[in-house]
């Protein structure tokens, strides 16, 4: 990726400065009526400056716990309970969704599994049509356990620490705290293709002893009362106990002002298990910012390249007329990729336009490559066009699915 030059940083930090109340009222629609109407406070107030304090550590690792458990919260509340398996049926392509820049390559199912009663088994049909498909565990300090790509057969989650029964056969994820988060991805490769998705997260079978539903007063409490917390972090979540949602939106607003400068990383260093060896894992800041795009995959998953500036640094603007050029069979992926655009005001797609280009529904040319024009009017050059608002700002993501971690793919630049 091309580093940023200091004038276009700034620049960027601004842009970025200017879409900070629409990135919180995105992340908070999915936490409740209460949570969204404190987003529209901080939409009537004034955004931190370029020059705001730094979140302590402390402050960090609260503000990303404090998120994921009101998203577990919610997500239980909507699945009808914990244990619970939550579908989801069309791609968000509307503008609208709750979760922030999402992906279009898939559909999800998701549960909140409790173990307060015993185990929970998990069981995925055999899938033989070459899909990609995979199952990723978040901890309650949003850490990845275990992820796994085409899985199949029984995976039984258990408590650490309490001796659980567990199925003949059934692979066994060891969870360190009562209530880890089970994320399914499906691929959908056309909209033809969906309803054969549908089918596959009908496949999906959950058992367990209870569903109940989730209530949680003060969720830093509630994560240490319910939850082996690492011991990296303990002292400093224990001293952020009456971490309120004032705190939370102060540290939302710090993670949006610095958000450009992880544009370059990607998702390196943020969705990984807690001892993990990608760089800057163990910066708090990196992980805090992984909750802008809440419960992402660790490198050796999916790389999240997300690019807010052209090849010549200068921030994307539907002004302007942007070509890049990709290889159509990137050195190095072995799964699949995706460009997708979205809005640098709401950090969600474009209502009413096509957002995604992939293996599905282009063909490369003579090169082996191909060329995606951004702009507000159909270039009608033979490129595939990516629709763009005039006079907005945008940025779009390439993802690309188990990556070699040793080379990277590069920015889409001729």
Not at 109 to 118: A, H, M, P, Q, R
Not at 125 to 131: L, N, Q, V
Not at 143 to 163: A, L, Q, S
Not at 330 to 357: C, H, M, Q
Request: some cysteine; hydrophobic content about 35%; glycine content about 6%.
């Amino acid at each position: 990726m091309l580093p940023l030059n200091p004038t276009n940083l700034i620049q960027m930090k601004k842009q970025i400065q200017l879409s900070i109340a629409a990135i919180l009222t995105i992340c908070m629609m999915a936490c409740g009526t209460k949570a969204k109407k404190e987003a529209d406070k901080i939409q009537k107030t004034k955004v931190l400056s370029t020059t705001s304090e730094k979140p302590s550590d402390a402050d960090l690792i609260a503000f990303k716990v404090y998120h994921h458990m009101r998203y577990m919260v919610t997500t239980a509340e909507q699945a009808g309970g914990t244990n619970r398996l939550l579908h989801t049926k069309k791609l968000p392509t509307e503008g609208t969704d709750p979760v922030v820049t999402p992906a279009l390559d898939h559909i999800y199912s998701k549960v909140v599994i409790d173990l307060t009663e015993g185990p929970v088994t998990v069981e995925y049909p055999e899938i033989t049509d070459g899909r990609y498909w995979s199952i990723h565990i978040t901890d309650q300090e949003h850490y990845t356990i275990f992820d796994e790509i085409h899985p199949k057969g029984k995976y039984t989650f258990v408590r650490k620490g309490k001796d659980m029964e567990v199925p003949e056969g059934s692979t066994v994820i060891e969870s360190p705290g009562d209530y880890p988060h089970l994320f399914i991805r499906i691929q959908v490769r056309t909209a033809e293709d969906m309803i054969n998705a549908h089918a596959i997260q009908e496949k999906i079978k959950l058992t367990s002893a209870s569903s109940k539903e989730l209530k949680i007063e003060n969720y830093i409490k509630h994560t240490i009362e319910t939850h082996d917390v690492y011991p990296q972090n303990k002292e400093k979540l224990a001293s952020k106990i009456d971490f309120t949602n004032e705190d939370y939106l102060r540290v939302s607003q710090y993670i949006g002002v610095v958000a450009p400068k992880f544009g370059v990383t990607g998702n390196i260093g943020m969705f990984g298990p807690i001892d993990s060896d990608e760089p800057n894992s163990n910066d708090a800041e990196y992980r805090a910012a992984a909750i802008v795009g809440h419960l992402g995959f660790p490198l050796h998953h999916a790389y999240y390249g997300p690019f807010f500036t052209n090849c010549n640094d200068k921030i994307l603007s539907g002004d302007n007329v942007e070509v890049f050029t990709l290889p159509y069979e990137p050195e190095g992926v072995e799964l699949f990729w995706s460009v997708t655009r979205y809005s640098a005001l709401t950090r969600n797609t474009i209502p009413g336009k096509n957002d995604l280009f992939n293996a599905y529904n282009t063909k490369p040319d003579a090169n082996g490559n191909i060329t995606i024009t951004f702009s507000a009017e159909d270039p009608k050059d033979g490129t595939y066009w990516m629709p763009v608002n005039k006079g907005e700002p945008y940025y779009f993501v390439c993802r690309y699915y188990k990556p070699d971690i040793n080379n990277l793919p590069k920015k889409p630049c001729n």
